[in-house]
């Protein structure tokens, strides 16, 4: 029988295997499509362009009718990959209200929920290796 999802699939040029190797991985692969990236000051204090969004992270919408409103993060749906932010809702024709959703590639973290020690300590780990090797990825380029 063959495997859904392969683990050893890289890449291909083909739009149908990329939207397949999208649609159809596992959870704890899909929770990393969820990075959105971090503001200024976040990527100078800890050394990383981008996080997954988590539930309480404040963020700025940066796409859309919403732009420039910042927002809490409300939920995060792994499956369909979008996030709902608190209190940013649209009134339909009947005069009900129905949440926003958002692909997390256009929010900006404007700062995070460090409530969960283990997200503290994975960016404690983070912020030590950028530290031990200076300049990165763009040092070496330069060269």
């Known amino acids: 029988m063959k495997k859904k999802f392969s683990t050893k699939w890289k890449?291909?040029?083909q739009?149908?295997?990329?939207?397949?190797?999208?649609?159809e991985a596992p959870l704890h692969i899909k929770h990393r499509f969820l990075s959105a990236p971090f503001s200024k000051e976040?990527?100078?204090?800890?050394?990383?362009?981008?996080?997954?969004?988590?539930k309480g992270d404040e963020v700025l919408v940066m796409r859309g009718a919403l732009k420039k409103k910042k927002?809490?993060?409300a939920s995060v749906e792994l499956k369909k990959t979008r996030?709902?932010?608190?209190?940013l809702q649209r009134t339909k024709k009947d005069g009900t209200k129905i949440n926003v959703y958002?692909?997390?590639?256009?929010?900006?973290?404007q700062s995070l929920n460090l409530e969960d020690k283990e997200r503290v300590k994975a960016l404690e780990r983070v912020?030590?290796?950028?530290?031990?090797?200076?300049?990165?990825?763009?040092?070496?380029d330069k060269s």
Request: no cysteine; proline share 5%.
């Open 102 to 109: 958002f692909h997390p590639s256009k929010l900006q973290i």
């Open 42 to 54: 976040l990527r100078k204090k800890y050394g990383k362009r981008n996080i997954p969004i988590r």
């Open 71 to 73: 927002a809490k993060v």
């Open 15 to 23: 739009k149908r295997k990329q939207r397949k190797y999208f649609l």
């Open 127 to 140: 912020k030590q290796e950028a530290k031990e090797k200076p300049g990165g990825k763009d040092a070496s």
């Open 11 to 13: 890449s291909s040029r």
């Open 83 to 87: 996030v709902v932010l608190e209190g």
